[in-house]
C-alpha cells in the first residue's frame, strides 16, 4: 500500500489530512490531577467505579482537573444510502431510510424521544440518500451523492467522495460546536448500513468476514449467509487493489454515513470535546478516524455495546469499553443517547461534589 | 419455623402483614398488548433490546399498553447505623453516617449530584442512625432506635423494631407518591451495611456466606475475613433460634435501613408503580420484601449489578436483570439514580414514538 502523490490529491483530501493534523494528545496530567483530587470527594475512592473513569477521561479531553460540563450535548443522525441494497442483505427497502429522515424531522423516531428525554439536540443530515430530499430547518442537506454504488462489485464512492463525506461530518460537528454544544453524539440512518460497516470495520482489524458480519435489524439466516459472501467478495477486491489507506479503503467498501461519522469523530476531538459514539455504524466511522489519526481514540466513548460482532471486535481493537449493554441494535444514535446522562453525570460529580473538608465528614 | 401466633402480633407487625397482602399481581396481559403495539413503532421490533422490557414491564406495572411516564421520580435515602460496627468491619468511623446524613441535606454527596443531574426529588431519612439528629427540612426524622445491636452475638433489633421500620419505609414511600412520584427509587447510608446486607441475604438464599460476603466500600483481606467470620457466627444463631419467617430474620441479622428499604418496596408495588432498586443494601430489602410477598418482584427493576457478590445472587435469585454494570460500590441510591434515565426514555419511547402509519414509513 503506498501513499498517492500529494499533488494528486484532491481539495477534500487535503482537508482531511490537514483535520487529522491538527489532533492534539489528551492531557494525561489532567486525568492524574483528577484522580488525586477524587480523593478527597465525600465518598470512598473508586466507588462509582466505571463513572469515574469517564470524569477521568473527561479531565484529560479538557486538559483540567475540573473538566466542564458536557452540557448542552447534540447527536447528529448521518443519513445515507447503499448501493449494496441491491444485494437483499435487508428486508426493509431501501426508501425507508428517506422516510426515516421525515420521521426524524417530524419528532417521531426512537432519537428524537430519547433526544427529548436526555436533553439533547438532535441534528439530522442528508450526507448521501438515494433520492434528492427537500429542505427542511430540521435537515442538514449535504448529499456528496444520491447514495453509494455496490460495493460487491466497484468502489462504493470514489476518493474524493469519500473526503468530501468526511468533511460534511466534520463541518456538521464545528457548527454544532459553535451553537454551544460541549459534547458531541454519533447517530446513523441507512438501510444496509451495518453491511459497509461489517466490510469496514473486517478491512481494518483484518478480521474474517463471518465471524464479523451480523444480523443487523434482524435478518434470517439465508440472508446473512448472502451478507457474509457480499462482505467476503468486497474484501477480496481490496486485496488486489492498492486501495490507498483508510480513505481508499471507505472509498471501495464504506458509506457516506460512515464517512461523514468519521469526520464527526474526527473533529471532535480536534476540537477537544467527548465524542459518544453509537453502535456497529459509528464504530466503523470512528474506527476509520482512529486509522486515519490514532489520537482521536482518547477523545471517544463507547456508549453502548451493539449486538454485532464487528461493533465489539472493533471497540476491543480501539480499547474502549462500552457503558451500556443493553442488546441495542437500532443506531440512530440512540445507544449514545441512552449513555449520555452516565456520562453528563461524570462530569457534574467532578465539579459538584463536596470535599471531605468541606463537608466535614470524617476519612479513613 | 412457625408463624407467631396472631394475637400476639405487635401494631406494627399487623400493618407490615396487611401492606403485604393489599399487593395485587401486576397485569401480564397489558405487557402483551404494548408488546403488540410497539412492533407499530418506527423501529424494528426488539432493536431497543432491554429498554423494551423495561417498557413492557412499566405496562404490565400500571396495567396500560401505553404505560404513564415515570416522571418526576423521587429516591428516599435511608440511613441508619450498626452494632456489628464495633467488629471492625469497615474501616469507616461510625459518626461518618451521621455526618453523611448532614452532607445529604446540604447538598453535597454524589446522590444529590446525580439527583439533580437526572431530575430527581432526593429524600433523606433518619430511620436508625447511632445518634440523635436534628431536625433540617430536608431531613425525614423517623428513628426507630438508635442504631442497632451487634448481630454478631445479639439480635440486631426486636420483631417489633424490624417491623417498625418497614412502616416507617412503606410512610416514606406513600409520602413521595403522594408529592407526585410516579417512580421510586432506592438510597441507603449506615456505615457497616454491607454486613447485615450480606447476612440477610446470606440466610434469604441459604447461601455460603464466605461466597457471599464481599468488600463493601473497600475492605482489604484481613478485614474481609472478619467480616465473614461475623457473618457466619449471626447466621448459626439464626439456626437454631426460632426466627419466625423473614420479620424475625430482619431482627436477629438486619439493620434499620434495609427494614425501611423493604417496607418502600412493599409499598411502591402495592401503589402499582415502579421501584428502581439499587445495590446490596436495597437488593437485601428487595429480597425481604419479596420473601413477604412474592408479588412485589414485579414491580422491581434492578438498576445496576454491585460488586458485592451478595447483591448479583440475590438478584439472579430474584429473576432480575440490573440494567447497568459498571463496577459501583457507593450505595446511597447513586446505581439506581444512574439508571432512571433509562427507565424514563423506556416510558416516554412507549409514549411518543410515531407508528409507521402516522410517520409514513414502510414496514416490512
Not at 248 to 252: D, F, K, T, V
Not at 259 to 264: I, R, S, Y
Not at 266 to 271: N, R, T, V, Y
Not at 295 to 301: E, G, H, N, S
Given at each position: 500500500?503506498?501513499s ?8 477534500p483530501e487535503?482537508?482531511v489530512?490537514s483535520l487529522?493534523?491538527s489532533?492534539?494528545?489528551v492531557e494525561?496530567?489532567?486525568a ?5 483530587r ?8 473508586g466507588s ?6 469517564i ?8 486538559g483540567?482537573a475540573v473538566p466542564?460540563l458536557?452540557?448542552?450535548a447534540?447527536?447528529a443522525?448521518?443519513?445515507g ?9 435487508s428486508p426493509?427497502?431501501q426508501?425507508?431510510?428517506?422516510q426515516?429522515v ?6 417521531g ?5 430519547i433526544?427529548?428525554a436526555?436533553?439533547l ?9 438515494a ?6 430547518p430540521l435537515?442538514?442537506?449535504r448529499p456528496?451523492?444520491l447514495?453509494t ?5 466497484e ?8 473526503a468530501q463525506?468526511i468533511i460534511v461530518g466534520a463541518?456538521v460537528?464545528?457548527q454544532?460546536?459553535a451553537d454551544?454544544a460541549q ?6 440512518m ?5 453491511t459497509p460497516?461489517a466490510?469496514?470495520?473486517a478491512a481494518?482489524l483484518?478480521?474474517d468476514?463471518?465471524r464479523?458480519?451480523?444480523r443487523?435489524t ?13 462482505v467476503?467478495e468486497a474484501l477480496?477486491?481490496?486485496?488486489t487493489?492498492?486501495?490507498d489507506?483508510?480513505l ?5 467498501v464504506g458509506?457516506l454515513?460512515i ?6 469523530c ?6 477537544r470535546?467527548p ?6 455504524i ?8 482512529c486509522?486515519?489519526?490514532p ?7 463507547a456508549g453502548h455495546r ?5 461493533a465489539s ?13 443493553l442488546?441495542?441494535r437500532?443506531g ?6 441512552l449513555?449520555?446522562p452516565l456520562v ?9 461534589m463536596?470535599t471531605f473538608?468541606q ?6
Open positions: 500500500m503506498t498517492p502523490d500529494p499533488n494528486s490529491r484532491t481539495d487535503r482537508s489530512a487529522a493534523a489532533i492534539r494528545p494525561l496530567s489532567a492524574v490531577e483528577a484522580r488525586r477524587d480523593q478527597q470527594l465525600t465518598k470512598p475512592a462509582l467505579g466505571r463513572i469515574e473513569q470524569g477521568f477521561q473527561l479531565a484529560a479531553i479538557s483540567s466542564p458536557v452540557e448542552p447534540a447527536v443522525v448521518f443519513a444510502d447503499h448501493g449494496v441494497h441491491a444485494e437483499g442483505v426493509w427497502p426508501a425507508v431510510t428517506a426515516m421525515a420521521n426524524f424531522c417530524a419528532g423516531a426512537a432519537i428524537n424521544v433526544g427529548r436526555n436533553g439536540d438532535v441534528r439530522v443530515v442528508n450526507v448521501g440518500v433520492v434528492p430530499l427537500s429542505d427542511h435537515l442538514v442537506n456528496v451523492r447514495g454504488a455496490n460495493l460487491r462489485f468502489p462504493a464512492m470514489s476518493r474524493a467522495e469519500a463525506a463541518e460537528a464545528t454544532l460546536l454551544g459534547c458531541l453524539l454519533t447517530g446513523d441507512g438501510i444496509a448500513n451495518t460497516s466490510a469496514v470495520i481494518l483484518g478480521a468476514p463471518a464479523i458480519t451480523g443487523g434482524g435478518i434470517d439466516d439465508p440472508t446473512l449467509a448472502r451478507k457474509i459472501t457480499v467476503t477480496r477486491r481490496l486485496e487493489d492498492n486501495h489507506g483508510p481508499g479503503l471507505l472509498a471501495q458509506g454515513e464517512a461523514a461519522l468519521a469526520g464527526f474526527l473533529a471532535g476531538a480536534a476540537a470535546v465524542v459518544i459514539i453509537d453502535g456497529v459509528a464504530v466503523a466511522g470512528a474506527l476509520t478516524a486509522s486515519l489519526q489520537l482521536t481514540v482518547a477523545y471517544l466513548i451493539s449486538v454485532e460482532p464487528a471486535a472493533a471497540l476491543e481493537h480501539l480499547g474502549l469499553a462500552p457503558l451500556l449493554e442488546d441495542l437500532l440512530e444514535g440512540t445507544g449514545a443517547a449513555a449520555y453528563r453525570a461524570a462530569a457534574r460529580l467532578m465539579r459538584e463536596a473538608d463537608a466535614g465528614v470524617d476519612s479513613h
